[in-house]
Nanobody, 125 residues
Framework: EVQLQASGGGLVQAGGSLRLSCTAS????????IGWFRQAPGKEREGVSC????????AYTDSVKGRFAISSDNTKNTVYLQMNSMKPEDTAVYFC??????????????????WGQGTQVTVSS
């Protein structure tokens, strides 16, 4: 059974850091793309970052470039999202998802096959 477990959310002050983890079971990271998405209250889901194990491609949405970093530890079947210099507008529920179908990675949620439960991230001003 494919499962994704997102963790590491919490409350942080503006300028602070958090590291989210997405641990997968039921599949390996070989030739997969893992994406991080977020959804703030009253807003549409937004693609934040993704990483592809097939070609090493990494992508970030513009608003997090230079502040967030995605990485993968395939030995632990875990993808991390290091979030630095956080802003109140980063407040959202963060989700991870896996795309089994494509080469590379894309920040479009409709392309992803399985989703984990979200983890709440709150950035206070």
């Amino acid at each position: 059974e494919v499962q994704l477990q997102a963790s590491g959310g919490g409350l942080v002050q503006a300028g602070g850091s958090l590291r989210l983890s997405c641990t997968a079971s039921g599949f390996t990271f070989d030739d997969r793309a893992i994406g991080w998405f977020r959804q703030a209250p009253g807003k549409e889901r937004e693609g934040v970052s993704c990483i592809s194990s097939s070609d090493g491609r990494i992508a970030y949405t513009d608003s997090v470039k230079g502040r967030f970093a995605i990485s993968s530890d395939n030995t632990k079947n875990t993808v991390y999202l290091q979030m630095n210099s956080m802003k109140p507008e980063d407040t959202a529920v963060y989700f991870c998802a896996v795309d089994f179908s494509r080469f590379g990675c894309f920040l479009h949620g409709g392309l992803y096959d399985y989703w984990g439960q979200g983890t709440q991230v709150t950035v206070s001003s």
